[in-house]
T-cell receptor, first 114, second 113 residues
Framework: EAGVTQFPSHSVIEKGQTVTLRCDPI?????LYWYRRVMGKEIKFLLH????????ESGMPNNRFLAERTGGTYSTLKVQPAELEDSGVYFC????????????FGQGTRLTVV | DQQVKQNSPSLSVQEGRISILNCDYT??????FLWYKKYPAEGPTFLIS?????DKNEDGRFTVFLNKSAKHLSLHIVPSQPGDSAVYFC????????????FGTGTRLQVTL
């Protein structure tokens, strides 16, 4: 069974440009999460989808970040325009429905804004 | 305001000995706790969890202890193996919030020969 897949694995863009990160969750997982880790700090929650609906987007830094989940399958996270402080590793995770279910993480996308 | 804290950024342990990784939390609403292990260039991998109704959970070489009154948990690895060298993240959540996790900053464990 395929795990959580993220694309690209690494992206270097200039300040002001747009970047779109993609996440393919484990098939059948209703829950999809985006997290971010900045420069060796804690991994921080960004948002949570249940199927195609945004359940919780309290962790989104500002309106330069836009997340979508098409048809409840894959998800994209767009940063527009990118700023230097957006650099970090963006993780996607998915979990099945139910309480206290284990979240499976992708390998992450390392975003560097120069 | 960091709600989950791992105060030791790194730990070095000899192979065969016990590794003890510590984690403290401040939010009393947290009732489910997890440990994740992370290798370089990989995503975190679930290791072990514990619910607040328990004070200990064991899985092979890994045991997690929870002290609710102290808002403290620890991960014990016995015996430690070189393959255990990784960054370990403590995470917490509230039942009913699925897997919206609050993570600590991680502890880098190095198991030496």
């Amino acid at each position: 069974e395929a795990g959580v897949t993220q694309f690209p694995s690494h992206s270097v863009i200039e300040k002001g440009q747009t970047v779109t990160l993609r996440c393919d969750p484990i098939s059948g997982h209703d829950n999809l999460y985006w997290y971010r880790r900045v420069m060796g700090k804690e991994i921080k929650f960004l948002l949570h989808f249940v199927k195609e609906s945004k359940q919780d987007e309290s962790g989104m830094p500002n309106n330069r970040f836009l997340a979508e989940r098409t048809g409840g399958t894959y998800s994209t996270l767009k940063v527009q325009p990118a700023e230097l402080e957006d650099s970090g590793v963006y993780f996607c995770a998915s979990s099945p429905s139910g309480f206290n279910t284990e979240a499976f993480f992708g390998q992450g996308t390392r975003l560097t804004v120069v | 305001d960091q709600q989950v804290k791992q105060n030791s950024p790194s730990l070095s342990v000899q192979e065969g000995r016990i590794s003890i990784l510590n984690c403290d939390y401040t939010n009393s609403m947290f009732d489910y706790f997890l440990w994740y292990k992370k290798y370089p260039a990989e995503g975190p991998t679930f290791l072990i969890s514990i619910s607040s109704i328990k004070d200990k959970n064991e899985d092979g070489r890994f045991t997690v202890f929870l002290n609710k009154s102290a808002k403290h948990l620890s991960l014990h690895i016995v015996p430690s193996q070189p393959g255990d060298s990784a960054v370990y993240f403590c995470a917490a959540t509230r039942t009913g919030t699925a897997s919206k996790l609050t993570f600590g900053t991680g502890t880098r464990l190095q198991v030496t020969l």
